[in-house]
């Protein structure tokens, strides 16, 4: 069986632009308390997504995701 996480991983933002929590907040107008909820819960909505896209010019939405594909073994 295939398992598939996909999910925004605002470390890995933060870090590519070297921005802190509260700057990404500023520029995309998202607040800094929702942005430490997707932090920790690796979970957002495609609204807040996308504000987040246009706020960093980025056309491409899944170059702010992470996909990670992992092959479990089923017990028998």
Not at 42 to 67: H, S, Y
Request: aromatic share 6%; charged share 30%.
């Amino acid at each position: 069986m295939v398992s598939i996480k996909i999910y925004f991983d605002i470390d890995r933002i933060l870090k590519q632009r070297g921005w802190t929590l509260t700057q990404l907040a500023e520029k995309t107008g998202v607040s800094k308390g929702n942005l430490s909820t997707i932090r920790k819960e690796k979970a957002i909505t495609f609204r807040t997504l996308n504000k987040i896209a246009n706020a960093l010019n980025e056309p491409d939405l899944m170059n702010l995701v992470t996909v990670e594909v992992e092959n479990k073994k089923e017990k028998l």
